[in-house]
C-alpha cells in the first residue's frame, strides 16, 4: 500500500500547525529564567516598550491547578516564586507583531536571588543543594531475582564496568508549536503534538474546565520521537492562556534555537555492572546500578527509570539478578521521553560489559552471547517466562552472516597492521525491546477503537493516535482493508481531534500498531456483526450493508467498538517489580563496521546489518523506513550529538554546532527481518519503532574497542573524545575520561 499522505507531504499541501493561518491571531511568546535556580524577588517591564499593546499573562491568571498534569504535580506551568532551571516559563507575552514580541521578551528583566544548584546527577548533592525528598532522588526501583550476593561470592570471576551516556536533542523537523481559541466557550488547540488527551487532562487540571469544554486537534505533526509526548502539554497551557485572557487566537511557535534550550532530551546515565561469571563466560549473577539525571522535575522519568532497569540485564539468561535504579534532580530543564525511553542507556552499558567479559576471559565476544541468549521457557530478570517462539541466537546468525563478520575480522587485522593511518573493526550488539506500556500499564489506560460505517459506504477508523511521519495513517489503513475486505479508497482515518476520537492512548511506547491496531481488528468484527455480517463476508458486500444500515436508521451513527483486553499470560506486580513486564518483546542484533582516522579520530560507519524479529512484517516498506530511521539518530548518539552545558542549560543549542548526521555519514544500512507472530498484536506484529535505537550505540562502541584496542564507557564518541581516550586510556575502569 502506498503511504496514505504521502502525496500531500511531498507536493507541500500538507498543513502544520505554523501553516494554520486564522483571523485576528496574535503572536505568543514566553519569558523564561536567567538562572538555574533562585529566588523569584521581582519582574521589572522595560519602559522602552508600550506594555498597554501586550497581553500578559502570569501564574494568578491561572484558573485551576498551577502544574502540568502528570505523574507528578510538581512542574508549574508558570513559576510563582523560584524557579528550578534555566529557561523555566514565569510570564507569557502576545501581540499582533512577532517582532514587536521578540523586542518585548528581551525587555522584561526576571530579577533572582541565587541559590545554590545541583548541576551534577553524577554527584551526591550538598545539604544546601537538596529541592526533592532524600538526596533528590525523583524516582527509586529495584529489581531482585535469586541471590546475587552469595552468587558473586561464589563465582570464578568478577568483573566490574562503569559506562556513561549524554543527552540527546531530538531535532524533530518541524519544531514545537500550538494554536489556541475560544469557539463558543470551548477552548480549542490545534498543534504538533503525540497525545492529544494528554492535553485534555492538563487542561482539565490548571484550567479547571470539564473535558466537554476542552477539544484537542493534532495538526500535521513534522517529527515526535518522545519529544512531543508529555512536553507539548505546557506548551498547549501557555497558548489557551493567552487566549483566554487576550480573547482572541494566539499562536505559540518555537524557533530552532529556543526548542533546543527548553525542551525534553534524552536523560544522560550512568551504569555500574559487578558481573560473576564462569571460566567458559556463562552469567552466574548480574548487579547493576542505573542512574539518571531527571532535570529539575519528575514529568516522565519514573517510567523512562522503569524501562531502563527492565532492560538493563539484557537479553540474557540469569538465575542471580539485582538492579537498583535511581532518577535525581538535577537544575536543567527536565528531560523526557525519547525514542527507546531508557533502554538504549542501560542496553548500551549491557553490550559494552560483555564484551569486555569476553575480553577479560579471552572469549570470543560471539560466542559468550551464544551462551547467555535467552531462550524459550527462560526468564528474564523480572522473572518473565519467555515463550514467544524466536530464536534470538537465529537473529545473531542472521546478522552474522549478512555482515561477513568472520572474514571481516580477519581482514581488519590485516588492514590495522599495514595502514598507518587508519583502523578498522567490526562489533556485535544483541538486545530486545518490550512493546506496548510496562505491566498493568495498558489496562490503566484502558484504550478504546471506533471503526465507523459512513452514510456514504464508507468506512472510517477513530483513534486518538497520531502519524508523525512513522506511517500509522497507511498501516490503519491496511489493517483495516485486509479485516473487512474493502478496497483502500473505501478507508478513511479520522482526524485525532478528541471532539471526534476517543481516547485510544498515546502514541509512544511502540504501541501503535501491536496494541492499537489490534483495536481496530476487533472494532472491525463489531462493525461487521453490527450489520448482520459473518466473518467471512465479502467487503463488497459489507459496503452495501453500511448504506442500507444508515439507510434503515437515518440519522444514527454505526459503529464498531473496542477496548483494550489485558491478554490472559500477563501478570505483574508493581510493588515488588515481578511478572511479565510486557506482552511482548522485539529482538536484535545489529553489526557495525568503522574506520577510525587516527590522524583526526573520527570514526566513520562503513557497514552497518540491521537483522530483528518483531513478529509478522505489515508493511515491509515502512517497517525498512523504522529500522534505518533508527539506526541514523543512534548513530548521531553515539558518534556525534553532543550536549555541551552551562550552568545547568545547553550552550550549544543551534543546529551550526549541535551536529547531527547527515547523508555523508550514513553508511549502507542492511535491514532484514526474522517473523515470530504475536497472537495478541495485530496481524502478529510486535511493536518497532524503538527498538532500532537500543543496539546501534554498543554495537558502534564495540566496532571501535575492537579496532583501537581500547575500552570505550561512553558515548558519543566524538573525535576529541574519542582521541582523548586513544592517547590517555583512564587509570579506573569504566567512566567518560
Given at each position: 500500500?502506498?503511504?496514505v499522505?504521502?502525496l500531500?507531504?511531498?507536493?507541500?499541501?500538507?498543513?502544520?500547525?505554523?501553516?494554520?493561518?486564522?483571523?485576528g491571531?496574535?503572536?505568543?511568546?514566553?519569558?523564561?529564567s536567567p538562572?538555574?535556580r533562585?529566588r523569584?524577588?521581582?519582574?521589572?517591564?522595560?519602559?522602552?516598550?508600550?506594555w498597554?499593546?501586550?497581553t500578559?499573562?502570569d501564574?494568578?491568571?491561572?484558573?485551576g491547578?498551577?502544574?502540568?498534569?502528570l505523574?507528578?504535580?510538581?512542574?508549574p506551568v508558570?513559576?510563582?516564586?523560584?524557579?528550578?532551571h534555566?529557561?523555566?516559563?514565569v510570564l507569557?507575552l502576545?501581540?499582533?507583531?512577532?517582532?514587536?514580541?521578540?523586542r518585548?521578551?528581551?525587555?522584561?528583566?526576571?530579577?533572582?536571588?541565587?541559590e545554590p544548584?545541583?548541576?551534577d546527577?553524577?554527584?551526591?548533592?550538598?545539604?544546601?543543594?537538596?529541592?526533592?525528598g532524600?538526596?533528590?532522588?525523583?524516582?527509586?526501583?529495584?529489581?531482585?531475582?535469586?541471590?546475587?550476593?552469595r552468587?558473586?561470592?561464589?563465582?570464578?570471576?568478577?568483573?566490574e564496568?562503569v559506562?556513561?551516556?549524554?543527552a540527546?536533542?531530538?531535532v524533530y523537523?518541524?519544531?514545537q508549536?500550538?494554536?489556541?481559541w475560544?469557539?463558543e466557550g470551548?477552548?480549542?488547540v490545534a498543534?504538533s503534538m503525540q497525545?492529544?488527551?494528554?492535553?485534555?487532562?492538563?487542561?482539565e487540571?490548571?484550567?479547571g474546565?470539564?473535558?466537554?469544554?476542552?477539544?484537542?486537534?493534532?495538526?500535521?505533526?513534522?517529527?515526535g520521537?518522545?519529544?512531543k509526548?508529555?512536553f507539548?502539554?505546557g506548551?498547549?497551557l501557555h497558548?489557551?492562556?493567552?487566549?483566554?485572557?487576550?480573547?482572541r487566537p494566539?499562536?505559540l511557535?518555537?524557533?530552532r534555537?529556543?526548542?533546543m534550550e527548553?525542551s525534553?532530551k534524552?536523560?544522560?546515565s550512568?551504569?555500574r555492572?559487578?558481573?560473576?561469571?564462569?571460566?567458559?563466560?556463562?552469567?552466574l549473577?548480574?548487579?547493576?546500578?542505573v542512574?539518571l539525571?531527571g532535570g529539575?522535575?519528575?514529568?516522565?522519568?519514573?517510567?523512562?527509570?522503569?524501562?531502563?532497569?527492565?532492560?538493563?540485564?539484557?537479553?540474557?539468561v540469569?538465575?542471580?539478578v539485582?538492579?537498583?535504579?535511581?532518577?535525581?534532580l538535577?537544575?536543567s530543564p527536565?528531560?523526557?521521553?525519547?525514542r527507546g525511553?531508557?533502554?538504549?542507556?542501560?542496553?548500551?552499558?549491557?553490550?559494552r560489559h560483555?564484551?569486555?567479559?569476553?575480553?577479560?576471559?579471552?572469549?570470543?565476544?560471539?560466542?559468550?552471547?551464544r551462551?547467555?541468549?535467552i531462550?524459550?521457557?527462560?526468564?528474564?530478570?523480572?522473572g518473565?517466562?519467555?515463550?514467544?517462539?524466536?530464536?534470538?541466537?537465529?537473529?545473531m546468525?542472521?546478522?552474522?552472516?549478512?555482515?561477513?563478520f568472520r572474514q571481516r575480522?580477519?581482514?581488519h587485522?590485516?588492514?590495522n597492521g599495514?595502514?598507518?593511518?587508519?583502523?578498522?573493526?567490526?562489533?556485535?550488539a544483541t538486545?530486545?525491546?518490550?512493546?506496548?506500556?510496562?505491566?498493568?500499564?495498558e489496562?490503566?489506560?484502558?484504550?478504546e477503537?471506533h471503526?465507523a460505517g459512513?452514510?456514504d459506504g464508507?468506512?472510517e477508523?477513530?483513534?486518538?493516535?497520531?502519524?508523525?511521519?512513522?506511517?500509522?495513517?497507511t498501516?490503519?489503513t491496511?489493517?483495516?482493508c485486509?479485516?473487512?475486505?474493502?478496497?483502500?479508497e473505501?478507508v478513511?482515518?479520522a482526524?485525532?481531534?478528541?471532539?471526534?476520537?476517543?481516547n485510544?492512548?498515546?502514541?509512544v511506547a511502540?504501541?501503535?500498531?501491536m496494541?492499537v491496531?489490534?483495536?481496530?481488528?476487533?472494532?472491525?468484527?463489531?462493525?461487521?456483526?453490527?450489520?448482520?455480517?459473518?466473518?467471512?463476508a465479502?467487503?463488497?458486500?459489507?459496503l452495501?450493508?453500511?448504506?442500507?444500515w444508515?439507510?434503515?436508521?437515518?440519522?444514527?451513527?454505526?459503529i464498531g467498538?473496542?477496548?483494550y483486553?489485558q491478554?490472559?499470560?500477563?501478570e505483574?506486580?508493581d510493588?515488588t517489580?515481578r511478572?511479565d513486564?510486557?506482552?511482548a518483546f522485539?529482538?536484535?542484533?545489529?553489526?557495525?563496521?568503522?574506520?577510525v582516522d587516527?590522524?583526526?579520530f573520527m570514526?566513520?560507519v562503513?557497514d552497518f546489518?540491521?537483522?530483528?524479529e518483531?513478529?509478522?512484517v505489515l508493511?515491509?516498506?515502512l517497517?525498512?523506513?523504522?529500522i534505518?530511521?533508527?539506526v541514523?539518530?543512534?548513530?548521531?548518539?553515539?558518534?556525534?550529538?553532543?550536549?555541551?552545558?552551562?550552568?545547568?542549560?545547553?550552550?550549544?543549542a543551534?543546529?551550526?554546532?549541535?551536529?547531527?548526521?547527515?547523508?555523508?555519514d550514513?553508511?549502507?544500512?542492511?535491514?532484514?527481518?526474522l517473523?515470530?507472530p504475536?497472537?495478541?498484536?495485530?496481524?502478529g506484529?510486535?511493536?518497532?519503532?524503538?527498538?532500532p535505537?537500543d543496539g546501534?550505540?554498543p554495537?558502534?562502541?564495540?566496532?571501535?574497542?575492537?579496532?583501537?584496542g581500547?575500552?570505550p564507557t561512553?558515548v558519543?564518541?566524538?573525535?576529541?573524545?574519542?582521541?582523548?581516550l586513544?592517547?590517555h586510556?583512564?587509570?579506573?575502569e569504566?567512566g567518560?575520561p
Amino acid at each position: 500500500m502506498k503511504r496514505v499522505e504521502g502525496l500531500s507531504k511531498l507536493t507541500g499541501r500538507e498543513l502544520y500547525v505554523d501553516d494554520l493561518v486564522v483571523e485576528g491571531c496574535l503572536w505568543g511568546a514566553t519569558v523564561r529564567s536567567p538562572v538555574s535556580r533562585g529566588r523569584i524577588r521581582g519582574i521589572e517591564f522595560g519602559r522602552s516598550v508600550d506594555w498597554s499593546e501586550f497581553t500578559i499573562v502570569d501564574h494568578r491568571d491561572i484558573p485551576g491547578a498551577n502544574s502540568v498534569f502528570l505523574i507528578e504535580e510538581d512542574q508549574p506551568v508558570l513559576a510563582v516564586d523560584r524557579v528550578r532551571h534555566r529557561h523555566e516559563p514565569v510570564l507569557l507575552l502576545a501581540h499582533p507583531s512577532r517582532e514587536a514580541l521578540r523586542r518585548a521578551v528581551a525587555a522584561v528583566e526576571i530579577d533572582v536571588e541565587l541559590e545554590p544548584p545541583a548541576l551534577d546527577f553524577r554527584v551526591a548533592p550538598l545539604p544546601e543543594q537538596i529541592q526533592y525528598g532524600d538526596d533528590n532522588v525523583l524516582k527509586h526501583l529495584r529489581i531482585e531475582k535469586g541471590e546475587v550476593e552469595r552468587a558473586l561470592a561464589d563465582a570464578p570471576c568478577v568483573i566490574e564496568g562503569v559506562y556513561e551516556t549524554g543527552a540527546q536533542e531530538h531535532v524533530y523537523l518541524e519544531t514545537q508549536g500550538m494554536l489556541a481559541w475560544d469557539d463558543e466557550g470551548v477552548i480549542t488547540v490545534a498543534g504538533s503534538m503525540q497525545c492529544p488527551y494528554y492535553i485534555v487532562d492538563a487542561f482539565e487540571h490548571a484550567l479547571g474546565r470539564p473535558s466537554e469544554s476542552v477539544r484537542i486537534i493534532q495538526a500535521a505533526t513534522g517529527g515526535g520521537f518522545g519529544g512531543k509526548e508529555e512536553f507539548p502539554s505546557g506548551i498547549a497551557l501557555h497558548a489557551a492562556l493567552l487566549a483566554m485572557k487576550a480573547r482572541r487566537p494566539v499562536k505559540l511557535i518555537y524557533d530552532r534555537s529556543e526548542d533546543m534550550e527548553v525542551s525534553t532530551k534524552r536523560h544522560p546515565s550512568r551504569v555500574r555492572h559487578r558481573t560473576g561469571v564462569d571460566h567458559d563466560g556463562r552469567l552466574l549473577a548480574q548487579d547493576i546500578e542505573v542512574l539518571l539525571d531527571g532535570g529539575a522535575y519528575v514529568t516522565l522519568s519514573p517510567v523512562v527509570l522503569s524501562r531502563s532497569i527492565i532492560h538493563a540485564a539484557g537479553p540474557y539468561v540469569c538465575d542471580h539478578v539485582r538492579i537498583e535504579g535511581r532518577a535525581v534532580l538535577t537544575n536543567s530543564p527536565p528531560f523526557g521521553a525519547f525514542r527507546g525511553f531508557g533502554a538504549p542507556q542501560s542496553q548500551f552499558a549491557c553490550e559494552r560489559h560483555m564484551d569486555r567479559i569476553a575480553s577479560e576471559l579471552g572469549i570470543d565476544p560471539v560466542e559468550i552471547r551464544r551462551l547467555n541468549l535467552i531462550g524459550d521457557g527462560d526468564a528474564t530478570a523480572t522473572g518473565q517466562v519467555i515463550r514467544d517462539g524466536a530464536d534470538r541466537i537465529e537473529v545473531m546468525e542472521r546478522a552474522l552472516e549478512m555482515s561477513d563478520f568472520r572474514q571481516r575480522t580477519l581482514e581488519h587485522g590485516g588492514f590495522n597492521g599495514i595502514d598507518p593511518n587508519r583502523r578498522r573493526g567490526i562489533g556485535l550488539a544483541t538486545f530486545f525491546h518490550g512493546a506496548g506500556f510496562t505491566g498493568a500499564g495498558e489496562v490503566f489506560l484502558d484504550s478504546e477503537v471506533h471503526v465507523a460505517g459512513l452514510p456514504d459506504g464508507r468506512i472510517e477508523a477513530r483513534t486518538a493516535n497520531v502519524e508523525m511521519g512513522q506511517g500509522t495513517l497507511t498501516v490503519f489503513t491496511q489493517l483495516v482493508c485486509d479485516r473487512l475486505g474493502v478496497p483502500a479508497e473505501s478507508v478513511v482515518i479520522a482526524p485525532a481531534d478528541t471532539a471526534r476520537v476517543p481516547n485510544s492512548g498515546p502514541t509512544v511506547a511502540s504501541r501503535t500498531v501491536m496494541v492499537v491496531g489490534g483495536l481496530l481488528e476487533v472494532a472491525c468484527d463489531d462493525l461487521r456483526s453490527t450489520v448482520g455480517l459473518g466473518p467471512d463476508a465479502d467487503g463488497r458486500v459489507l459496503l452495501q450493508a453500511v448504506e442500507d444500515w444508515h439507510e434503515a436508521h437515518p440519522g444514527q451513527e454505526l459503529i464498531g467498538r473496542a477496548k483494550y483486553r489485558q491478554p490472559e499470560h500477563i501478570e505483574w506486580d508493581d510493588e515488588t517489580y515481578r511478572g511479565d513486564a510486557y506482552g511482548a518483546f522485539a529482538w536484535g542484533a545489529y553489526v557495525a563496521d568503522i574506520e577510525v582516522d587516527l590522524r583526526t579520530f573520527m570514526v566513520r560507519v562503513r557497514d552497518f546489518v540491521a537483522v530483528q524479529e518483531i513478529g509478522r512484517v505489515l508493511h515491509e516498506t515502512l517497517a525498512r523506513g523504522q529500522i534505518q530511521g533508527g539506526v541514523v539518530q543512534a548513530l548521531g548518539w553515539a558518534l556525534l550529538e553532543e550536549c555541551k552545558w552551562a550552568d545547568g542549560a545547553m550552550e550549544n543549542a543551534q543546529l551550526t554546532n549541535y551536529i547531527i548526521p547527515t547523508t555523508a555519514d550514513v553508511p549502507p544500512i542492511r535491514v532484514d527481518f526474522l517473523e515470530a507472530p504475536y497472537p495478541h498484536g495485530a496481524g502478529g506484529a510486535k511493536g518497532i519503532g524503538e527498538l532500532p535505537f537500543d543496539g546501534v550505540g554498543p554495537a558502534v562502541a564495540n566496532a571501535v574497542a575492537a579496532a583501537l584496542g581500547v575500552d570505550p564507557t561512553f558515548v558519543p564518541l566524538t573525535p576529541e573524545r574519542l582521541m582523548d581516550l586513544a592517547l590517555h586510556p583512564p587509570e579506573s575502569e569504566g567512566g567518560a575520561p
